[in-house]
């Protein structure tokens, strides 16, 4: 059908069926459908005749075809950088480009296939891949090009010659001269001619070619024939002007996967061996691997287990993979053994299961020997066979840290030989801080030790320790009052031994240790940060520590002590900590609370970066509130929101804390009612509202489908104008029954037919 025609017009009340819709969008349907539509032609209910075709939805478009009927004339405007431009047109039986040399007709890559015309073609410039003009004439035509091609005429005129453009030569002539005796450079020779001249060079000549046997050969060109013969495992094949030389598939070649059986490789170069089962190297002799690159490498599946180097000579195992050992196992009769492991993860490690024989000399370059025997105070006594350890006894005896004791009156006077005196070195040069002689007390009759410094002391004390490299003192060194002074800008520094501490003692006295220059440079020598410590008191631990911060830490912070009035208040600390200390952010791990004093504004509060919650919002869940205006900041269950919200509510509907909403009794108007109320949303229907039989339309529910029986239900109105109740179909026989009376009896019979 052409256009649309309304099939149903509603009013309130009006019940509207599925087919009152259905034939409403039918003849939607069929107003829009391709087949059956509008023609807009102008004609009545076809529509309007369409004057613009352009960009869909817009109201004033770019892109469009305008029919211009004042014009007579169909226009295309296509968007050209933002702006609507005409074209072409449609106007007085030609297509006319709007602007002169403007618009292509293709383009290289598309386009149009054949061109008709049965007229005047007038185009400035021509550029054809083949051109065929048939009766006509080509005037002030230029013929040339890349490409070569012929050109077919029945007389070729020229003033004197014919000059082909390039470096050619100019041509004067065509000549008809079997042997090309005049060897003329601006003569053409005819097709005759070339050929005897050739057929003459090829009777004279032979071609002459060497082959790796049989000596110098030669083929005569014009009645010999040149054949290549294959040998063994090669074959020959001649297509076209072409010889292939093919090797026989048992001939092994460069390339292509070949198996090689009982041959014999002088010196091969093989970049990679690979195998998908086990490679064996079986030698009537010796197996040599030599490398040029000093590294023999074995690999597992491409991972590198050991190198074996040479290193100047020297050979080089390493093990590839970090902190892995190196075993050398084998069998000692019937069981698998470890003859030795090496360690990586421990430096090298090496443990021998079995005995180690040392032929030579055993150096060891660490501090112990460790023995299953080990014994505190014993040493290594040979006993003919092996070294045991054995305990000193005795005059002399050693304990586990190796001091050797010799027994008080063990030396005697003739023990001594006179060489312990006359068989030593002579010292050049004294220790007079360690230094000891050897000497004998008459008073005791014994020998004595005194060191050198003593023996000084003794004679009047030293006027200078210059020679003495290492100076002790027996006593406290008493300055008298003068300075302990370096020279040439030298440092003055106090070493203790080991683990000793340089002590600064103020005696006790209210002044203390007085440091009368500004700065103190305290720096540790063993990697450790500097740090501080102040005591309580002298013997007692509790100290206070500052510590500078790490090297890590880039650092070179400046600590200033407060003025008169401030204080330094530590994190654990209870204190002051006013606005002038604080400088940038403060982490929130330092915060544990806010007072109210310093309440939070609502503007500082920021929520877009917070975690969502990630569900639904429950009763449980918490808000601030400011309880009262400039109140007390509180928190308050969702719970309250609703409670707040539904207490609110008044009018025709009210809610309760729970959010059961009431509508007040009367309070739905016909006017509040729109559409259809769905029958799942009515319980029961007042009597006051009863629906009238006549609005009960049966037609269009679900026929039951089988014969009625005794439990089926039907509607009765109990007593004219009573209430409507179900009831069964066997009441309605029993009812049929007791009424089938004589007078009656065509009822019973209708009734029992109907049944």
């Known amino acids: 059908m052409a256009g649309f025609t309304r099939q149903s017009s509603y009013t309130d009340g009006d019940i509207i069926n599925a087919a009152d819709s259905n034939d409403e969008f039918n003849q939607l349907v069929n107003a829009f459908a391709n087949t059956s539509g509008h023609k807009h032609d102008g004609t009545a209910a076809e529509g309007p005749v369409i004057g613009l075709i352009g960009d869909p939805g817009v109201a004033t478009p770019l892109n469009k075809v305008v029919v211009d009927d004042t014009n007579n004339r169909v226009g295309v405007f296509v968007d050209v950088s933002g702006s609507t431009t005409e074209q072409f047109r449609f106007q007085d039986g030609a297509i006319v480009p709007v602007t002169d040399n403007d618009i292509d007709l293709g383009t290289s890559s598309l386009e149009f296939k054949d061109l008709h015309l049965d007229g005047t073609a007038n185009i400035d410039s021509l550029v054809a891949d083949t051109a065929d003009i048939n009766g006509g004439t080509a005037d002030n035509v230029v013929i040339g090009g890349s490409t070569a091609a012929a050109i077919t005429g029945t007389t070729l005129v020229a003033n004197t010659s014919l000059n082909i453009a390039g470096d050619g030569a100019t041509v004067t002539g065509i000549k008809d001269e079997d042997n090309m005796a005049s060897n003329s450079a601006t003569k053409l020779a005819t097709q005759q001619s070339i050929k005897a001249y050739v057929d003459a060079q090829l009777t004279a000549e032979d071609l002459d070619f060497q082959a790796d046997s049989g000596g110098a050969l030669s083929i005569d060109l014009d009645s010999e024939t040149l054949t290549f013969t294959g040998g063994t495992g090669i074959d020959t094949s001649g297509s076209g002007n072409a010889v292939t030389f093919a090797i026989d598939s048992t001939v092994t070649t460069l390339t292509g996967s070949q198996t090689l059986t009982n041959k014999t490789l002088t010196t091969p170069i093989i970049a990679e061996i690979d195998s998908g089962a086990d490679i064996t190297l079986d030698a009537t002799a010796d197996i040599i691997l030599d490398a040029g690159g000093a590294n023999i490498i074995f690999k597992d599946d491409g991972t590198s287990i050991l190198d074996i180097a040479n290193n100047s000579s020297d050979v080089e195992l390493t093990v590839s993979t970090a902190d892995k050992n190196f075993a050398i196992k084998g069998t000692d009769g019937s069981s698998a053994i470890t003859a030795l492991d090496i360690d990586m993860a421990l430096a090298g490690k090496a443990t021998f299961s079995g005995d180690v024989v040392v032929t030579g000399d055993l150096t060891v370059t660490g501090d112990d020997i460790t023995m299953a025997t080990n014994t505190a105070g014993h040493v290594m006594v040979a006993d003919g ?371």
């Open 385 to 755: 066979t092996n070294f045991n350890p054995v305990a000193i006894s005795g005059d002399v005896t050693i304990n586990s840290a190796g001091a050797v004791t010799i027994a008080n009156d063990a030396v005697e006077t003739a023990m001594v030989n006179a060489n312990v005196i006359t068989g030593q070195t002579q010292e050049t040069t004294v220790d007079t801080s360690n230094d000891l002689l050897l000497f004998f007390d008459n008073s005791a009759s014994a020998l004595r030790k005194i060191p050198v410094t003593n023996l000084v002391s003794s004679v009047g004390g030293l006027s200078d320790v210059v020679a003495d490299t290492s100076p002790q003192l027996g006593g406290d060194l008493d300055v008298n009052g003068q300075d302990i002074v370096s020279t040439s800008n030298g440092n003055i520094s106090l070493l203790p031994n080991g683990s000793g501490k340089v002590l600064i003692d103020g005696n006790g006295s209210t002044g203390g240790v007085i440091l009368e220059d500004g700065s103190i440079d305290i720096r540790s020598s063993t990697g450790s940060v500097s740090e501080i410590k102040f005591y309580c008191e002298v013997n007692n631990a509790h100290a206070q520590t500052l510590k500078a911060q790490p090297h890590s830490a880039g650092s070179s912070a400046v600590l200033t002590l407060p003025v008169a009035t401030g204080t330094l208040v530590g994190s654990g600390d209870t204190g002051t900590v006013s606005n002038g200390m604080l400088a940038g952010s403060i982490a929130d791990s330092k915060l544990s609370t806010i007072s109210t004093a310093g309440k939070v504004d609502l503007g500082a509060l920021e929520i877009d970066g917070g975690t969502d919650i990630g569900a639904d919002l429950v009763d449980a869940d918490l808000l601030i509130v400011d309880d009262g205006a400039n109140g007390t900041e509180r928190k308050s269950e969702f719970t309250r929101v609703k409670k707040y919200i539904y207490s609110a509510m008044s009018g025709d509907a009210t809610a309760s804390d729970s959010g059961a909403l009431t509508i007040a009794n009367g309070a739905v108007e016909n006017a509040m009612l729109a559409g259809s109320i769905a029958d799942s949303k009515l319980n029961t229907i007042s009597t006051a509202g009863k629906v009238s039989i006549d609005a009960l339309d049966i037609d269009g529910g679900t026929d039951i489908g089988a014969a009625l029986t005794d439990s089926d239900i039907f509607i009765v109105d109990d007593g004219a104008g009573g209430t409507n109740r179900k009831a069964t179909m066997s009441r309605l026989a029993t009812y049929v029954n007791s009424t089938s009376t004589g007078a009656s009896a065509g009822f019973a019979v209708a009734m029992a037919i109907a049944l």
